[in-house]
């Protein structure tokens, strides 16, 4: 029923999915769990400014929740859509566009040993890749393999958990 408190959130089929979260239905008792998690106001009240939090259910959402999920695979797929270019320039790309800076010395030794980690567990687990590459509507790059996508992945997830992606400083 429409005004139910126990309203089910269907994804949309098609491209509209991907609108921002404005046009997200927000019913005052029943707030999007994703908004929930990111601490959006109920509006029983008015909120003049909100806290700003970074807790460990948010790194979960962003980490598992499929919404997330695609936004990372599709970055990851922007991110190695340029070929014949090495990890560390696709990382310092990914910073770019992310975080609108380039990444330290440390970050990129970080992130290729994450990139690295993950290549070799997805060439181990071709299954887990697959699956990983087939969540959410858009299609997979047909230029890389499951396993390479699936490492990227990996890489752009983190780069999207970081604290300053999440908030404003």
């Not at 695609?70 to 990382?91: G, H, K, L, Q, W």
Request: one cysteine or more.
């Amino acid at each position: 029923m429409y005004g139910s408190r126990h309203m089910v959130w269907a994804t949309s089929a098609d491209a509209s999915q991907y609108r921002r979260s404005l046009y997200t239905f927000w019913k005052r008792q029943n707030v999007h769990p994703t908004m929930l998690a990111f601490d959006a106001p109920t509006r029983q009240e008015c909120t003049a400014e909100r806290n700003i939090t970074n807790t460990p259910g948010q790194a979960l959402t962003l980490l598992n929740d499929p919404i997330f999920v695609e936004a990372s695979r599709v970055f990851a797929m922007r991110v190695t859509a340029t070929p014949n270019i090495d990890d560390s320039a696709r990382i310092t790309h990914a910073f770019a566009l992310a975080l609108q800076r380039t990444p330290s010395a440390a970050e990129i030794t970080i992130l290729k040993t994450l990139l690295a980690n993950q290549r070799a567990w997805y060439q181990d687990h071709p299954e887990q890749a697959t699956s990983l590459a087939a969540i959410g509507q858009q299609p997979a790059a047909a230029s890389l393999t499951a396993a390479d996508v699936a490492a990227w992945t990996a890489v752009t997830r983190a780069i999207l958990n970081l604290h300053e992606f999440l908030n404003r400083s």
